[in-house]
């Protein structure tokens, strides 16, 4: 039939070019005549073959699409199914000419022509219309999926459906449902009823981001689950679009909502309450055999709710201070000759495994699951990068890929000062198309065992469900060109179709997507007297308009502003003022406004040299430190500058020797990521081709209770060339995370007034 197929093709269009496709994911061919097909609202449609679910979700799909009618009685052109045999899993064509023809493979392969369909058909001011075309598509990988984590924020069942609905209208098929972890526990068990009347309900949450110092707590009760019977209708839901939901039950780690539940399967057999913080905790479950009977008959209940073949147990992040001290847990080890914890984390995962394995399912886990050797029939999700990939599909396991880098959605997708607040990281749209589930040191042999990728989304920072929405979209249309496409097309092909085609439908189907590709790229130069900045677009037809504005010393002006004509704004030294800049960009659907301030000192644009050089992952260049913006927080890698060297040393060149009042400089702190306020700070001027001291130098007293630290020196001296030697502590202080470490310094800006 496929043979058929191609030939077809062939003869059909044997005068036809091929074109980007306004389908995403992009098909495997497209070819287009010129010649369009012409209809009022109206397709004539035979449901001849399909199941019911089959022409419920049609007929709905082309309501929602388009409010278009399929009818049987219709006088507009035919829609006819033909069901394909023996090619490709999934795969479906459509061909339109005076009629339109979907051959399918399976039911979902028929559910995904006909979203195709939907994406080709436009609704004009004539009336409906599509190119003639010919389609012909399937998937590259088998595993396309998403996850949502509604442990540390909790959606409605209606929220869950909406993110099901939309992710199937791209194809995806595998919804990762994480549903258990430190701040709550979110699937009803009837052996276990305290999981969700104590687990799923925390008595307080952390406000602003986990390094913000000092942290504050918000003490209103939170929380909920879903019931057994919400469950179900969530899986019937997601079957009826074509989506397997992978249940998450985290073991042993990521577990204090189930143990403020039941402390008897901790180590200590302390009561604690359901988690309010964000993070790893060492309170995990205890691995005695209490404890694994327990979590077999949890995944007894789940078994029954969820259809699906894998059955996801977590495994990661399970910090083994408490097994270390457990005499359960080292009996544990001991009457089963383990060496060490990593060696018990893998006994107690292989216990999951042989029982999942024995009711006909498939175990999956973090990577974390390697650690100490792979149970037998275990599958691996990679998200610490993609070596655990590698090393578990080398073992021939099979292999989700995940990695932060490019599907942690929970990452901010832009640079702006607007995005809203995220864990950090930064997964630009740009960064996921690139993605590639099949890493390149991975052995050909072993490509089967890759299944496909996902993108995960961590909800700690994502407390509504708009805010999912801005997060995963329009990320998640770059993630499924990377999961469906064998062969994509540029990126720029690519964003043009989102902009012309799907922002709109996603605008129309409610969703709050981001809008950050319409950022504009500000681009920062040193000019003579300061600095300048010019707006500009990759793709300059992109933008419309440039609408700006500018507010200092209390007066707003509106500037004009014409991207296509290179035009740059400078700002002066001398205005040592606070100006705050607005753009808004309008582009053909859509518009952004953007926002950004800078003070005006005299050190602005200034040269900087730095005697001891920055770590490169950390330095944006000599620009950064004296761009009149402070570094923001939580802070992003591109607007602080990081040592990791214990002696700083940096001169700077204010271009004219006079008398200045005073030099602030700014030091970040994340104790997390290892980033400490330096200890020693020294100023010098030069007097004379010689460098005097201008103070007795600033010891720190270490207090950690501040993120940004602002340190002053008086200039006393006239000069023109001043020196800064910065000394970190030698070594992260124990009780630290990376104790011993040398710590990184993080400096954002150098400011001289007068
Ligand atoms: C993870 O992000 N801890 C799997
Ligand atoms: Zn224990």
Redesign the pocket.
């Given at each position: 039939m496929k043979c058929v197929l191609v030939l077809l093709c062939l003869v059909t269009f044997n005068l036809s070019f091929t074109q980007v496709s306004p389908i995403i994911p992009t098909p495997v061919v497209y070819k287009e005549l010129n010649e369009t097909l012409n209809f009022d609202g109206e397709l004539l449609v035979s449901f001849a073959g399909l199941s019911t679910n089959l022409e419920t979700q049609i007929t709905n799909l082309a309501r929602m699409y388009h409010g278009i009618q399929l009818s049987i009685y219709s006088s507009g052109p035919k829609v006819l199914f033909k069901k394909l045999e023996n090619v490709i899993q999934d795969s479906y064509s459509i061909n339109v000419s005076n009629e339109i023809v979907v051959s399918y493979s399976s039911e979902a392969s028929c559910f995904y022509a006909f979203i195709s369909l939907m994406q080709l058909i436009e609704n004009t001011s004539s009336g409906f219309q599509l190119k003639k075309c010919f389609v012909k598509d399937y998937p590259k990988f088998s595993w396309r999926g998403l996850h949502l984590d509604v442990s540390r924020h909790f959606f409605s069942v209606e929220e869950v459906k909406k993110f099901i609905d939309l992710m199937s209208l791209y194809k995806f098929n595998t919804f990762h449902w994480h549903l258990t972890d430190d701040q709550g526990w979110r699937i009803e068990i009837k052996n276990f009823p305290k999981l969700a009347e104590i687990g799923a309900w925390r008595d307080s949450t952390i406000n602003d981001h986990y390094s913000t110092k000092p942290r504050t707590y918000s003490y209103k009760k939170y929380g909920g689950f879903y019931t057994q019977e919400q469950i179900k209708e969530v899986v019937a839901y997601a079957s009826s679009k074509f989506v397997t939901i992978v249940p998450e039950i985290e073991m042993p780690g990521h577990s204090r909502a189930a143990l403020a539940a039941y402390p008897e399967y901790s180590?200590t057999g302390i009561q604690q309450g359901v988690e309010g913080l964000w993070g790893v905790f060492d309170d995990i479950f205890?691995?005695?055999e209490e404890t694994i009977l327990f979590l077999q008959k949890i995944l007894d209940e789940v078994i029954l709710l969820f259809p699906g073949k894998y059955i996801h147990v977590g495994g990661d992040e399970a910090p083994k201070t408490?097994?270390e001290k457990?005499t359960?847990?080292q009996k544990v080890m001991h009457e089963n000759n383990l060496k060490n914890e990593h060696q018990l984390q893998s006994y107690f995962i292989q216990r999951m495994d042989k029982y999942l394995t024995e009711k006909g399912r498939k175990l999956i886990g973090w990577d974390e699951i390697l650690e100490g050797g792979l149970s037998s029939n275990a599958a691996v999700m990679s998200w610490r990068g993609i070596e655990g990939g590698v090393e578990a599909a080398s073992q021939e396991h099979e292999v989700v890929m995940t990695p932060g880098s490019h599907c942690y959605f929970d990452h901010y997708q832009g640079k702006g000062r607007n995005e809203p607040l995220a864990i950090g990281g930064f997964t630009p749209l740009e960064k996921v198309y690139e993605f590639n589930p099949i890493p390149n040191q991975l052995n050909k042999k072993y490509e089967p065992y890759i299944l496909g990728g996902q993108a995960n989304v961590w909800t700690e920072y994502i407390d509504d469900f708009e805010k999912v929405e801005y997060m995963v979209y329009p990320r998640a249309l770059a993630l499924s060109q990377a999961l469906w496409c064998a062969e994509k097309p540029s990126f720029n092909e690519f964003k043009n179709v989102l902009i012309d085609k799907h922002l709109p439908f996603l605008k129309k189907m409610n969703v709050h997507y981001a809008k950050t590709i319409f950022s504009p790229k500000i681009e920062w130069e040193k000019s003579n007297k300061g600095v300048q900045f010019k707006i500009k677009s990759n793709e300059q037809e992109e933008i419309y308009e440039v609408e700006s504005s500018k507010y200092r010393n209390k007066k707003f002006s509106k500037m004009n502003f014409d991207v296509s004509k290179d035009e740059s704004v400078e700002i002066n030294r001398s205005e040592k003022d606070q100006i705050n800049y607005t753009y808004c960009l309008k582009s053909k659907n859509d518009s952004l406004t953007t926002q950004f301030d800078i003070q005006a000192t005299h050190s602005l644009g200034i040269p900087v040299k730095y005697i001891t050089q920055p770590s490169s992952s950390y330095n944006s260049g000599n620009l950064t430190l004296v761009d009149g913006q402070h570094g923001s927080l939580p802070w992003k890698r591109n607007e602080w500058i990081g040592f990791d060297t214990t002696e700083i040393d940096i001169e700077i060149d204010l271009l004219k020797k006079q008398k200045y009042n005073q030099l602030n400089i700014s030091f970040l702190s994340d104790e997390h990521s290892w980033i400490h306020f330096p200890q020693q700070i020294e100023v010098f001027y030069l007097d004379k081709e010689k460098w005097k001291h201008y103070s007795s130098s600033v010891h720190f007293s270490y207090l950690q209770s501040e993120q940004v630290r602002s340190f002053q020196v008086a200039l006393n001296k006239p000069t023109r060339h001043v020196r800064i030697k910065i000394k970190s502590l030698a070594e992260i202080p124990a009780g630290f995370p990376g104790a011993g470490h040398i710590p990184w310094t993080f400096i954002d800006e150098i400011e001289v007034v007068k």
């Open positions: 180590c205890c691995s005695k408490r097994w457990c359960n847990c």
